[in-house]
């Protein structure tokens, strides 16, 4: 155990957890839709706050996790309820805490049917999702991603447009495709290791074609929930269909678990099968952010934009993880981060014009600049965080990677910064429309400006767009320590192979 920090005092990382299963039970002998909407405010703003003191205790100078709990769970099986954080995980606990009472106060309004049903769902899920990052016992946490899978689908099935059940139904067999291999992966560890343990499962020494096939299962299973190219034909029909508040979670924080897993599991675990697929996973990546920047460019569907855009951004993002250095990795963190925070305002966006135009299309949107000056301000500038405009957190986190993959290849970099140029393309595009696009817009009779819940929903998330992006270092310092741990792991597994990575053009 002397990988984790056990926390003496007060469990807060459990208290993260099973406050949102205790509000959805309150929910389900509940029948009031304003008492839904409030208590599920309520416990959401109070998992908030109760994890902003993870980031004020963090201690940055240690690789261990910390906040640790430990219990037996199933002792004959040599299962436990381990639970831990650290830099690489911390961050991304905040930014699912901190997103969530913003999603509640986004369906305020939007969700008319099924209110406390949709409440439960969303609780259920921050329980799962936060599960996710700080479970450090195999069993533990692959039950937790699992359980994800259940009320997202119910989100878009039940929350969603026309072709709710299809988009529903293909996301939940990708993911679950994926979740399979993932288990085949988990259980082959345990059989060569006799744990379940996460940490004592990095740092082992496994054969080459062990690690190759185990590396190969977790690859699958996380490009998919990326979604990587050439596996993200789930990822647009999934936000089209999604409600407002499906789409943000899915951006934000689903898409987070994917390369999450490659940081925790792939990088540690397997490093030398990482080596020797490197180039080919840098190759997908590069091909995935031209061909979410191209595609993105053609559509006059917002949220098929923004949903194409998440794969051209996640691309950069395991651009960055692949090339294996301290630039690199680090701003793949903080890409995460910002892409959470960017791309869910921009769904948020959307859903504000959803709600009084009914429609998706930019021919709907046009115009809508002097009419509504409050939303075009906060669309401009989640606009120009999306395409990386200086001074915005979208800007810290692709120059800290495109740095680090100049350092790796100059050929692999070079060929990603078209993916910045085309951002520009499509999101000054929307942005011209939506401003001054018409001479006048078909609907101004229902374009009222921002109210304040409104306001207060995207407020937040532009605090931390300008302050990410003039003042990263409170960040980058949470993960440093913990990343400079990681790549040592790997470096001191396959000193060979990385001597050979180096030489890559």
């Given at each position: 155990?002397?990988?984790?920090?056990?926390?003496?005092?007060?469990?807060?990382?459990?208290?993260?957890?099973?406050?949102?299963?205790?509000?959805?039970?309150?929910?389900?002998?509940?029948?009031?839709?304003?008492?839904?909407?409030?208590?599920?405010?309520?416990?959401?703003?109070?998992?908030?706050?109760?994890?902003?003191?993870?980031?004020?205790?963090?201690?940055?100078?240690?690789?261990?996790?910390?906040?640790?709990?430990?219990?037996?769970?199933?002792?004959?099986?040599?299962?436990?309820?381990?639970?831990?954080?650290?830099?690489?995980?911390?961050?991304?606990?905040?930014?699912?805490?901190?997103?969530?009472?913003?999603?509640?106060?986004?369906?305020?309004?939007?969700?008319?049917?099924?209110?406390?049903?949709?409440?439960?769902?969303?609780?259920?899920?921050?329980?799962?999702?936060?599960?996710?990052?700080?479970?450090?016992?195999?069993?533990?946490?692959?039950?937790?991603?699992?359980?994800?899978?259940?009320?997202?689908?119910?989100?878009?099935?039940?929350?969603?447009?026309?072709?709710?059940?299809?988009?529903?139904?293909?996301?939940?067999?990708?993911?679950?495709?994926?979740?399979?291999?993932?288990?085949?992966?988990?259980?082959?560890?345990?059989?060569?290791?006799?744990?379940?343990?996460?940490?004592?499962?990095?740092?082992?020494?496994?054969?080459?074609?062990?690690?190759?096939?185990?590396?190969?299962?977790?690859?699958?299973?996380?490009?998919?929930?990326?979604?990587?190219?050439?596996?993200?034909?789930?990822?647009?029909a999934a936000h089209v269909e999604a409600?407002?508040?499906?789409?943000?979670?899915?951006?934000?924080?689903?898409?987070?678990?994917?390369?999450?897993?490659?940081?925790?599991?792939?990088l540690p675990i397997t490093p030398a099968?990482?080596?020797?697929?490197?180039?080919?996973?840098?190759?997908?990546?590069?091909?995935?952010?031209?061909?979410?920047?191209?595609?993105?460019?053609a559509q006059s569907d917002m949220k098929?934009?923004?949903?194409?855009?998440?794969?051209?951004?996640?691309?950069?993002?395991?651009?960055?993880?692949?090339?294996?250095?301290?630039?690199?990795?680090?701003?793949?963190?903080?890409?995460?981060?910002?892409?959470?925070?960017?791309?869910?305002?921009?769904?948020?966006?959307?859903?504000?014009?959803?709600?009084?135009?009914?429609?998706?299309?930019?021919?709907?949107?046009?115009?809508?600049?002097?009419?509504?000056?409050?939303?075009?301000?906060?669309?401009?500038?989640?606009?120009?965080?999306?395409?990386?405009?200086?001074?915005?957190?979208?800007?810290?986190?692709?120059?800290?990677?495109?740095?680090?993959?100049?350092?790796?290849?100059?050929?692999?970099?070079?060929?990603?910064?078209?993916?910045?140029?085309?951002?520009?393309?499509?999101?000054?595009?929307?942005?011209?429309?939506?401003?001054?696009?018409?001479?006048?817009?078909?609907?101004?009779?229902?374009?009222?400006?921002?109210?304040?819940?409104?306001?207060?929903?995207?407020?937040?998330?532009?605090?931390?767009?300008?302050?990410?992006?003039?003042?990263?270092?409170?960040?980058?310092?949470?993960?440093?320590?913990?990343?400079?741990?990681?790549?040592?792991?790997?470096?001191?597994?396959?000193?060979?192979?990385?001597?050979?990575?180096?030489?890559?053009?």
């Amino acid at each position: 155990m002397d990988f984790l920090i056990l926390n003496e005092g007060f469990r807060t990382l459990s208290a993260l957890l099973v406050l949102p299963l205790a509000g959805a039970i309150v929910l389900l002998i509940s029948s009031s839709v304003t008492f839904a909407r409030l208590w599920t405010l309520l416990i959401t703003t109070i998992i908030a706050a109760l994890s902003l003191p993870l980031y004020w205790g963090f201690d940055v100078s240690t690789a261990r996790y910390q906040f640790g709990e430990h219990l037996a769970w199933i002792p004959s099986l040599n299962i436990n309820y381990t639970l831990g954080l650290d830099g690489i995980s911390l961050l991304l606990v905040l930014l699912t805490t901190l997103l969530m009472p913003i999603c509640v106060l986004a369906s305020w309004k939007y969700i008319k049917t099924r209110v406390r049903e949709f409440m439960v769902c969303l609780l259920i899920l921050e329980t799962s999702m936060l599960g996710v990052f700080i479970a450090l016992d195999f069993v533990l946490f692959y039950i937790l991603w699992e359980a994800m899978l259940i009320p997202m689908y119910l989100l878009i099935a039940i929350w969603g447009g026309p072709r709710k059940v299809y988009a529903a139904t293909k996301f939940f067999l990708y993911t679950l495709a994926g979740s399979v291999l993932l288990l085949v992966a988990i259980i082959a560890l345990y059989i060569k290791t006799g744990s379940w343990s996460i940490p004592l499962m990095m740092g082992q020494e496994y054969s080459t074609l062990f690690q190759t096939l185990v590396f190969l299962a977790f690859f699958l299973a996380f490009a998919i929930k990326v979604p990587m190219f050439p596996f993200h034909t789930w990822l647009p029909a999934a936000h089209v269909e999604a409600p407002t508040v499906g789409s943000v979670i899915l951006a934000s924080i689903l898409l987070k678990m994917g390369t999450y897993g490659f940081l925790r599991f792939c990088l540690p675990i397997t490093p030398a099968a990482t080596l020797t697929f490197m180039p080919y996973i840098l190759g997908l990546s590069v091909a995935g952010i031209l061909y979410g920047g191209f595609t993105a460019l053609a559509q006059s569907d917002m949220k098929k934009l923004i949903a194409y855009s998440s794969v051209g951004h996640m691309g950069f993002v395991t651009l960055g993880i692949f090339v294996l250095n301290t630039q690199g990795v680090e701003g793949a963190l903080l890409q995460m981060i910002n892409h959470g925070v960017t791309t869910g305002a921009l769904f948020l966006c959307v859903g504000l014009i959803y709600e009084r135009t009914h429609s998706r299309e930019l021919d709907a949107a046009e115009g809508i600049g002097k009419f509504m000056p409050i939303y075009i301000t906060f669309l401009a500038f989640f606009s120009m965080s999306s395409l990386a405009f200086p001074g915005t957190n979208s800007f810290i986190g692709e120059f800290l990677i495109l740095a680090g993959g100049f350092s790796q290849s100059k050929i692999v970099a070079g060929c990603a910064i078209p993916g910045a140029v085309l951002a520009a393309a499509y999101m000054l595009r929307m942005l011209q429309r939506i401003t001054w696009g018409a001479k006048s817009n078909p609907h101004p009779e229902i374009l009222s400006d921002l109210n304040l819940r409104e306001v207060f929903t995207l407020a937040p998330l532009l605090v931390f767009v300008f302050w990410i992006g003039l003042r990263p270092e409170p960040f980058l310092s949470v993960m440093h320590t913990s990343v400079a741990h990681l790549l040592e792991q790997v470096h001191q597994a396959t000193p060979h192979l990385m001597t050979a990575a180096n030489l890559l053009p």
